[in-house]
């Protein structure tokens, strides 16, 4: 493998939790990320919905 393989590369992962006996461990799962020194950002899906279907509105000028 070259020794620059994969620098530039930009990714994303999704992660959706659901843990068996209902509890919520999002949040040790985003310490245990950030701990390794990864970056995470919280999304709230619904907004962004509002912001891509505002951003697509058609704007009549008169």
Not at 44 to 60: G, H, L, P, R, T
Request: hydrophobic fraction near 45%.
């Amino acid at each position: 493998m070259a020794p620059k393989a994969g620098r530039g590369l930009h990714f994303g992962v999704v992660v959706t939790l659901k843990e068996m006996n209902g509890v919520n461990r999002i949040d040790d799962f985003i310490k245990l990320c950030m701990v390794r020194g990864w970056l995470v950002n919280e999304i709230d899906v619904q907004n962004q919905i509002d912001i891509y279907n505002k951003a697509e509105e058609e704007i009549v000028f008169e």
